[in-house]
């Protein structure tokens, strides 16, 4: 009973006065993909500049458009996670359990009947992986929309349950062997795109598609732009969050196939380093962390400006703790940035507010994001 | 005036990406003074308490307290040093710490003690609570307690220091008549102490009650101050809006055979409400009323699913309705634009566009289950001109809109999905007094349209002049129906507390 | 009922300590030995660093935010310490080794207080970037250089080898449990007995409200991650005189057992509840996990999994609990699925 009382006027005149203020803890800047159009070319001009034998050597453009699809699957994961206000730190883990699926699947049956066999299967190995993804994609969703725990602290217990089980299935240790079909995906290009990147483009597209042009996409944005006022619109949290976390469980799927494609060996700690990368690039692509807005060429674009980076580091013989640095000091600096400018263009567009009143201090409970 | 004013607020400004918030406002307040400070959303009321409680730095002008030197408001902890507590419309209580805590914890941090003694806090909220005569279970965390408690402990905070002035922003909104009678009775003992109280509220019959002087803000400016005695509610009313109001019985005629749009038969639900009948016909505009926690809310709430009904029966449109969740509700045609519209009811960032079509993005699917988006657009425009929302585009954040614009949306929202009731929560809740009367203009026309218009109110005034009927609930059950000529402010407000 | 839910406790530690008991019970019925001293002692000794770790994720939890910087931060401070000991020649003395591995520690642990209060940031996604940026800059920079006992201050290295008891065949407890247990005690005591204590929960309980009444909450804040990080490094420390080496590469990856601790400990991930005593049975219990899987027949590589599904199972059970609760109430306006 108290909780309605509480709950109803008491609050709205206050929320109405303060309706700008519960925002600034989120630090939503609409970005279109221009900065990152631009951000991408500067980073590319600067390293073909400093060593444009190795950086514009076509094996190393190549290299990029082959390395860069596996991380964009997974930052593309790690998008829709936060766009519902969520995210998913087990995406890695996923990956990897669908690629430890397969390929240990192809190694049994290979051992069993053959290689021949294994490779007549291969389609059904395949799927297998995605098949592995989704269910784990499902667990999380499960635990978050059902159960009710926070996405943080779900996907950071099924990561260590995900990755935990594949190093019981390993032992610990790289296995190797995966169907030849995706070796040769791997390595095919198509009029000098690797196929890899293709499919990086199709996967984009789709989800482009489905967040955009579909009914349940837009329930996605309206969950995480504001979750009560979807449940008062009829938009089914259970519906979206389960969606979401399928989808991201897809995506980690279809990226843990991608890995065999690059390389025919799976282990439980392959791309350790990946969740702070995904994250980096989600948030660089204009993700807002806190959920409501993304964009999908935003994080295409980070993606490859990432990736860029990545090789311009080895080009300039710089080592993988340096890109680590790199990669936190822009995920800050970016979050950084986006919140100066956000406050700035708060106080000016306040003046359209029928409040005509800034209040100084955000409501940072208001959004529940424990992040 | 020969008595020394304990605050002095000299001609503040405050200035906001170039839009004047404050444009140089005074005011005073005696020792012992009840001070009114009335006004709109967006006059500039909340603005300057923020200025005052040190939450903002005023671009110039000077608050003095006592006769000492003029604030210099770089902190909120400088205005409590000079004795300045607010109590705020949500009462900023820590519901994970204890009543005593939440009452003792300021006067440590005041103390500039390092060491947080319980004994100590418990020595100080004691005082406060047996001070001001009443009995709080001190040991209780927050989270716990009910409204009107919490209510009790913000004030005990604000005077377990050496209050001089204190600004209670809209105390009264969440508390039953009962309970505003015992605030104001503690209101007095203040006074009686000395204490200058700071009174800001919208209901204009409390404000008269209990205040002894009276400012009216609009615009950032100061239009009105004076005595309260000089004061009807219809004068600050018309100084709040700059012009009258009309408050005037305007009802369409309702064929006595309409259709029955809803009827809900024995609806109860366990510690909130039970028994609860009534009829909606074709044409009308059904008010419900009652107190703050008469369970008015949660009937309506039930009626949408949100948290549904254990007994009884609803049906919508002659068809009956199994109700158990919002989305059942919203199959069974009935649509809900609720109280807390800035929470509950839109998405603040997002533009206008999408929440129009929050809640009916299932009907655009088209080809391949893509959304059709030229009729997405076209619903939009639709919608647009028939409630007159005004806004530069239908891209624009919703964030950008007044109130009144802002709750246009939300009833477009539910438009869009053509519902055979429309359940209003406190529709005219922080919506300005001039754009009220429109938003029960858009009412009217939806009603002699076809659409059920429920409106579940506490403003009297606005039920008066709308309703062809009047439900009144108690504690949980409907105890009167008033129709026609019955509809009288006092007569409600009579049934209302019982 | 009121003696029930003293028992239970404020953030269900009784729950928690009955838990450990029947796990306790029942490792000793499936393995005879389990019970024996040397298990007790290794129990102690592999909870000394975890302790160290969960106090300060418990601090920042309790303020409201999450941290995955703290072991980047302890190893950084540690390992900075000794190698500048072991490469400039100079024993600065335990003290002196402690000393200057907290003041990297309070350092670096600010850095994140400053960007998370100043700018209002996710805590989840600062430090993990922070992360990054503290192991990148340690291996460049510092060195990646395995400091074997061999080259540890000597001061350092005999620390490694005091023992307040010390049972021939039975185990040992550890000299550096006096400082842990010190600082366990003061961090119980700051939360329960300080200002600024009761600050950080009020902070945790509600920002604004926080703000309101005048604490200063960025200086609260980045106090409390200075705090964070030098607990962080005396933790780092403590490991390096319990191995006997300084590697910069451990530490780091072992982030999630710690914050699994805190949060089945019964702290609130939204902030304003959780106990220093909860935090101590959280670590016994993952430990207790970690340490015994082997004795009772489940193969080590179950480890991980297995902590896994006792953070899962914990944060669950209180889920469906809230829940439940407030579907009871009469009204759910926050979304208990954020």
């Known amino acids: 009973m108290s909780d309605s009382r509480d709950n109803a006027l008491t609050t709205a005149n206050r929320r109405i006065d303060n309706s700008v203020s519960s925002l600034i803890s989120r630090i939503q800047v609409k970005r279109g993909s221009g900065r990152m159009v631009i951000l991408l070319l500067v980073t590319f001009a600067f390293f073909a500049a400093l060593r444009p034998g190795i950086f514009l050597n076509p094996v190393n453009l190549q290299n990029i458009g082959v390395a860069a699809p596996e991380i964009g699957l997974l930052s593309l994961a790690m998008m829709i996670a936060m766009l519902t206000g969520g995210i998913d730190l087990s995406i890695v883990s996923i990956a990897n359990a669908s690629a430890i699926t397969i390929s240990s699947l192809y190694t049994a049956i290979a051992t069993a009947s053959g290689a021949e066999a294994a490779e007549g299967m291969a389609l059904l190995i395949i799927v297998a992986g995605l098949v592995v993804g989704l269910l784990c994609g499902a667990i999380n969703g499960l635990l978050i929309s059902v159960v009710g725990i926070t996405p943080i602290l779900t996907t950071l217990g099924t990561m260590q349950l995900f990755n935990g089980l594949a190093i019981v299935w390993t032992g610990g240790v790289t296995i190797s062997g995966a169907p030849a079909v995706l070796t040769s995906i791997g390595r095919s290009t198509l009029v000098g795109i690797p196929a890899l990147f293709l499919i990086l483009l199709a996967a984009a597209a789709l989800v482009a598609v489905v967040i955009n042009r579909t009914a349940i996409g837009r329930k996605i944005q309206l969950q995480g732009a504001n979750a009560v006022a979807a449940r008062y619109s009829g938009i089914s949290a259970r519906r979206t969050l389960m969606g979401t976390y399928l989808v991201c469980g897809a995506l980690g799927g279809l990226a843990g196939i991608l890995f065999l494609s690059r390389n025919p060996a799976a282990s439980a700690d392959y791309g350790s380093s990946y969740v702070l990368l995904t994250i980096v690039i989600a948030v660089l692509g204009g993700t807002n962390p806190n959920g409501g807005f993304a964009t999908v060429a935003g994080v295409l674009l980070a993606t490859l400006t990432l990736q860029v980076v990545s090789s311009g580091f080895t080009a300039l013989r710089l080592s993988d703790y340096q890109y680590a640095i790199a990669q936190g000091v822009l995920l800050v600096g970016v979050m950084v940035f986006d919140q100066i400018q956000f406050r700035h263009r708060r106080r000016a567009s306040s003046v359209t507010t029928s409040q005509g009143a800034v209040p100084a201090a955000p409501g940072s409970k208001e959004d529940g994001q424990p992040q | ?498 | 009922m009121n003696a029930l839910k003293r028992l239970r406790g404020a953030n269900n530690e009784g729950i928690l300590l009955a838990v450990i008991i029947v796990l306790v019970i029942a490792m000793a019925m499936a393995s005879p030995a389990f019970f024996t001293p040397s298990t007790f002692f290794s129990l102690v000794r592999s909870s000394m660093v975890p302790l160290v770790f969960a106090l300060g994720v418990l601090l920042v939890m309790v303020s409201g935010g999450i941290d995955v910087s703290f072991a980047a931060i302890a190893i950084f401070a540690a390992y900075s310490a000794i190698a500048w000991s072991s490469g400039s020649g100079i024993d600065p003395g335990l003290f002196g080794a402690f000393l200057i591995a907290l003041v990297i520690g309070a350092l670096l642990g600010g850095l994140n207080g400053v960007v998370i209060a100043r700018f209002r940031l996710p805590t989840l996604i600062v430090t993990l970037g922070t992360q990054g940026v503290f192991k990148g800059i340690l291996l460049t920079y510092i060195g990646s250089r395995y400091i074997s006992a061999g080259n540890l201050p000597p001061s350092v290295l005999a620390a490694g080898d005091a023992y307040l008891v010390n049972i021939p065949g039975a185990g040992y407890l550890h000299a550096m449990m006096v400082p842990v247990v010190l600082v366990t005690i003061g961090v119980w005591w700051m939360l329960k007995y300080t200002v600024f204590g009761r600050g950080i929960y009020a902070i945790g309980g509600d920002v604004e409200a926080a703000r309101r009444v005048g604490i200063k909450v960025v200086r609260t804040q980045v106090l409390l991650y200075m705090m964070v990080g030098a607990l962080a490094a005396f933790g780092g420390i403590i490991y390096v005189i319990l191995g006997k080496n300084a590697n910069p590469q451990s530490l780091v990856g072992s982030e999630l057992d710690i914050i699994a601790a805190v949060v089945l400990g019964g702290a609130s991930i939204f902030g304003g509840r959780g106990s220093v005593l909860g935090t101590v049975l959280g670590v016994l219990l993952v430990q207790l996990i970690n340490n015994n899987l082997v004795l009772v027949g489940i193969p080590s590589t179950w480890q991980r999994a297995a902590v896994g599904i006792l953070l899962l199972a914990g944060v669950g059970i209180q889920a469906l609990a809230t829940v439940r609760a407030s579907s009871r109430s009469t009204a759910i306006h926050e979304e208990t699925v954020a």
């Open chain 2, 1 to 498: 005036m020969s008595v020394e004013p304990v605050l002095q607020v000299r001609d503040i400004v405050k200035v906001y990406g170039g839009v004047r918030a404050l444009g140089g406002v005074s005011l005073s307040l005696a020792p012992g003074e009840v001070h009114c400070l009335a006004g709109e959303n967006g006059s500039g009321k909340s603005t300057l308490i923020k200025v005052i409680c040190g939450v903002e730095r005023p671009d110039s002008g000077e608050i003095v307290v006592g006769g000492g030197e003029p604030l210099t408001h770089t902190t909120p902890s400088e205005a409590i040093r000079a004795g300045i507590q607010v109590i705020y419309q949500d009462f900023s209580l820590f519901p994970n710490l204890t009543a005593a805590e939440n009452i003792a914890y300021l006067s440590e941090l005041a103390a500039r003690h390092k060491l947080s003694s319980r004994r100590r806090i418990r020595a100080a909220a004691e005082a406060v609570v047996a001070d001001l005569g009443l009995r709080i279970d001190l040991d209780a965390d927050v989270a716990d307690l009910s409204v009107a408690d919490r209510q009790l402990i913000a004030i005990c905070r604000a005077l377990v220091g050496e209050a001089r002035v204190l600004i209670m922003d809209e105390p009264t909104t969440a508390l039953t008549s009962a309970e505003v009678q015992r605030l104001f009775t503690i209101v007095e003992r203040l006074q009686e102490r000395g204490v200058a109280i700071m009174f800001v509220s919208h209901k204009l019959d409390e404000v008269l009650q209990i205040s002894q002087h009276v400012t009216v803000l609009r615009n950032g400016l100061v239009v009105e101050s004076g005595p309260a005695a000089e004061y009807t509610g219809q004068r600050i009313a018309k100084a709040m809006i700059g012009r009258d109001v009309s408050q005037e019985r305007h009802v369409d005629p309702v064929e006595p055979d309409a259709d029955v749009l809803l009827a809900v038969d024995g609806l109860g639900r366990d510690g909130a409400f039970s028994d609860v009948s009534f009829e909606l016909r074709r044409g009308e505009i059904l008010g419900i009323t009652g107190l703050l926690g008469s369970g008015r809310a949660e009937i309506a709430e039930a009626i949408f699913g949100v948290h549904p009904a254990e007994e009884g029966t609803i049906a919508v449109g002659g068809r009956p309705a199994t109700i158990s969740s919002i989305t059942e509700a919203m199959k069974a045609g009935i649509g809900y634009v609720p109280e807390d519209r800035l929470t509950q009811g839109l998405f603040l960032e997002n533009p206008i566009a999408e929440n129009i079509v929050a809640a009916s993005l299932d009907s655009y699917r088209g080809k391949g289950r893509l959304l059709d988006r030229r009729r997405i657009a076209d619903s939009i425009s639709a919608l647009f001109e028939q409630l007159r929302i005004k806004a530069p585009n239908p891209q624009a954040p919703v964030r950008s809109l007044s109130g009144g614009n802002a709750q246009r949306v939300v009833i477009a929202k539910w438009l869009d999905r053509n519902p055979t009731v429309l359940l209003l929560n406190g529709p005219t809740v922080g919506v300005d007094v001039g754009s009220k009367e429109e938003i029960f203009t858009i009412l009217r026309r939806l009603a002699a349209h076809g659409t059920g218009i429920i409106v579940i109110s506490d403003d009297i005034p606005e039920l008066v002049a709308s309703c062809h009927r009047v439900l009144i609930v108690r504690a949980g059950r409907l105890v009167a129906e008033l129709v026609g000529d019955e509809i009288e402010v006092a007569e409600i407000q009579q049934r209302m507390a019982g």
